[in-house]
C-alpha cells in the first residue's frame, strides 16, 4: 500500500505563498477539521502559542483529491541555495508522442506553457528561463514562486 503524504514548503509568508500555489494548481484552501471553525481555533485548541496563530491560509488541496495537500511552514530563515525539490506544473496537456504530428503539438505546447508562465507572473512568479529541446520538442519554463522557489510550467 502506498503512503500518503503532504508536501511542506518553508516560507516567510504563508498565507501569500499558499494563495500563490492555490491559484497556480487550481487547489482550493483546506478546510479545518470537522468541529472548529478555523485552522486558529484547531491550533488553539491543540496549545500551539498565540504567536504562532493569525497567519491566514497555510494550507491547500486538490479539490478532486488526486494532488497531494501542500503546507506552507513558516520559518525564520530566508531561502539561500537552489531547492533540491522542485515542482513542474503541467500547464500543456500535450504529449508530444501521441500523434504524428510532432511539430504542431510543440507549437501548441509552447504557447500554452507561455500563457500559464504569463498568468503566473501576474500572480507574483518571475521567469528564469526556457528550457528547450529541439530534438525532443521539449519545451517548459523555469520560474521562481513569490519567495524565489524554482518550479518548471511543461
Avoid at 107 to 116: L, N, T
Wanted: charged content about 25%; overall charge negative; glycine content about 8%.
Amino acid at each position: 500500500m502506498s503512503a500518503r503524504f503532504q508536501l511542506v514548503i518553508d516560507c516567510a509568508d504563508p498565507d501569500r505563498l499558499a494563495r500563490f500555489w492555490a491559484a497556480a494548481l487550481s487547489y482550493q484552501p483546506e478546510p479545518p477539521p470537522a468541529g472548529f471553525d478555523s485552522w486558529d481555533d484547531y491550533w488553539q485548541a491543540a496549545g500551539l502559542p498565540e504567536e504562532d496563530l493569525g497567519i491566514g491560509i497555510d494550507r491547500i488541496a486538490d479539490p478532486d483529491g488526486y494532488g497531494p495537500p501542500i503546507w506552507f511552514q513558516r520559518v525564520p530563515d530566508a531561502k539561500t541555495v537552489k531547492n533540491r525539490l522542485h515542482l513542474d506544473v503541467h500547464a500543456s496537456g500535450v504529449d508530444l508522442f501521441a500523434s504524428g504530428a510532432r511539430e504542431a503539438l510543440a507549437e501548441v505546447r509552447r504557447q500554452r506553457v507561455d500563457a500559464a508562465a504569463e498568468r503566473l507572473v501576474s500572480l507574483g512568479a518571475s521567469v528564469i528561463g526556457a528550457l528547450s529541446d529541439e530534438a525532443t520538442g521539449h519545451y517548459a519554463m523555469a520560474m521562481r514562486d513569490p519567495e524565489g522557489n524554482e518550479f518548471d510550467i511543461n
